[in-house]
């Protein structure tokens, strides 16, 4: 496997500022790390789907489910000023 050589930036003498060196065999270790954990990835978002098809044949209404957990995901404080300016909105519209 070959080594890598690249520079970032030259400074006011065309000198490099940064070199980096990694071999071939360490960049192939990244991407195939990457290449798993997005296909782990993909395998929980589908799980993540049964799970809702599952709960939509027993009768739940997954959007409101999905705007449940969203809003489990927030802080009292966030949620509850969230809140108040969406009030605010509706009373300035009428709703």
Do not use: H, N, P, W
Request: glycine share 6%; with cysteine; hydrophobic share 35%.
């Amino acid at each position: 496997m070959s080594d890598i050589e690249f520079i970032f930036g030259k400074d006011a003498d065309e000198q490099a500022i940064r070199t980096y060196q990694i071999t071939a065999a360490e960049l192939r270790q990244y991407i195939e790390r990457i290449e798993r954990l997005e296909e782990e990835k993909k395998g929980i978002a589908d799980d993540i789907k049964c799970v809702y098809s599952e709960a939509k044949g027993q009768g739940y209404e997954t959007k409101a489910m999905k705007q449940i957990i969203g809003l489990r995901k927030k802080e009292k404080a966030e949620r509850e000023a969230e809140e108040a300016l969406l009030d605010t909105y509706k009373e300035a519209l009428g709703l």
